[in-house]
């Protein structure tokens, strides 16, 4: 059964930085790519930022207006990705969800509540 438990989020500081996990269990995760997303509220889910598969080069990609702020990892030891915020802006609060794919099925994480105070 693949999981994907997601934890690191909470209430930050406008400015400020946090750090969201992912850990993935059942799944090829050092074999395959993994992107995180946000969703706010009556909004669609949008791409944030992904890392493609240790075969395509474990390159990191980023939605433009974040670049700069937000980075994205993996440690394959303990099958869990990272998204590290920093300089968070009010515009950053949102439900984040990491996701991971095989060639049939989409897998998301349970997502986690970013809260932005000023």
């Known amino acids: 059964q693949v999981k994907l438990v997601q934890s690191g989020g909470g209430l930050v500081q406008s400015g400020g930085s946090l750090t969201l996990s992912c850990a993935v269990s059942?799944?090829?995760?050092?074999?395959?790519?993994i992107n995180w997303y946000r969703q706010y509220p009556m909004k669609e889910r949008e791409w944030v930022a992904g890392?493609?598969?240790?075969?395509?080069?474990?390159?990191?990609q980023y939605r433009e207006s974040l670049q700069g702020r937000f980075a994205i990892s993996r440690d394959n030891d303990r099958n869990t990705a990272y998204l590290r915020m920093n300089s968070v802006q009010p515009q950053d609060a949102a439900t984040y969800y990491c996701?991971?794919?095989?060639?049939?099925?989409?897998?998301w994480g349970q997502g986690t509540q970013v809260i932005v105070s000023s």
């Open positions: 996701r991971v794919a095989s060639e049939t099925t989409v897998y």
């Open positions: 059942g799944f090829p995760f050092r074999d395959r790519a």
């Open positions: 890392l493609t598969s240790p075969a395509a080069g474990n390159v990191p």
